[in-house]
T-cell receptor, first 115, second 109 residues
Framework: DTGVSQNPRHKITKRGQNVTFRCDPISEHNRLYWYRQTLGQGPEFLTYFQNEAQLEKSRLLSDRFSAERPKGSFSTLEIQRTEQGDSAMYLC?????????????FGPGTRLTVL | GQNIDQPTEMTATEGAIVQINCTYQTSGFNGLFWYQQHAGEAPTFLSYNVLDGLEEKGRFSSFLSRSKGYSYLLLKELQMKDSASYLCAVQTGANNLFFGTGTRLTVIP
């Protein structure tokens, strides 16, 4: 079991550029979540997928953000026309929906810095 | 609205016991989770409570009272490596996690 992986680990970009992050969940996990975390705060929910279906999106997810999970395995999060306020750690988590618990396991995150 | 309250910072001595409290008010409740997060790293799962009472796992225990909207995480025999942030999170009816801002614990020799 290799755990959740995310790439890249760090991304520095200029305001106005587009960025894309990738998340590979734990194999056999059917749920995948994206969160954003800024310094001194807890993670904030952005969106989640069950298999390939995007079932919920937070109001934090503006129209500049889009997420996909085309084959129900890995997921990508794209931010278009980045702004300095997008600077944060983007965390991916996965879980297996079954039984009584739905524990989410987090990846190492992608730290985005927008200059 | 939804709210989770935790102390911002705590300090405890190596070898001691520390209790981190969490109170919550959320629109739904499917369980309460505690995560540990070292600086610059991802949160790692510590414990899960869905029923009232105490769950024990080694040096870590977590307690839940749903009627009071209250939980605590108890850490025994503190070690220096326990210095980290401890995040309380509620799984709401929508199945995502709503996190508190975390409690930064510093363990001193």
């Amino acid at each position: 079991d290799t755990g959740v992986s995310q790439n890249p680990r760090h991304k520095i970009t200029k305001r106005g550029q587009n960025v894309t992050f990738r998340c590979d969940p734990i194999s056999e996990h059917n749920r995948l979540y994206w969160y954003r975390q800024t310094l001194g705060q807890g993670p904030e929910f952005l969106t989640y997928f069950q298999n390939e279906a995007q079932l919920e999106k937070s109001r934090l997810l503006s129209d500049r953000f889009s997420a996909e999970r085309p084959k129900g395995s890995f997921s990508t999060l794209e931010i278009q026309r980045t702004e300095q306020g997008d600077s944060a750690m983007y965390l991916c988590a996965s879980s297996f929906r079954g039984g009584n618990t739905d524990t989410q396991y987090f990846g190492p995150g992608t730290r985005l810095t927008v200059l | 609205g939804q709210n989770i309250d935790q102390p911002t910072e705590m300090t405890a001595t190596e070898g001691a016991i520390v209790q981190i409290n969490c109170t919550y008010q959320t629109s739904g409740f499917n369980g309460l989770f505690w995560y540990q997060q070292h600086a610059g790293e991802a949160p790692t799962f510590l414990s899960y409570n869905v029923l009232d009472g105490l769950e024990e796992k080694g040096r870590f225990s977590s307690f839940l009272s749903r009627s009071k909207g209250y939980s605590y995480l108890l850490l025994k025999e503190l070690q220096m490596k326990d210095s980290a942030s401890y995040l309380c999170a509620v799984q709401t009816g929508a199945n995502n996690l709503f996190f508190g801002t975390g409690t930064r614990l510093t363990v001193i020799p």
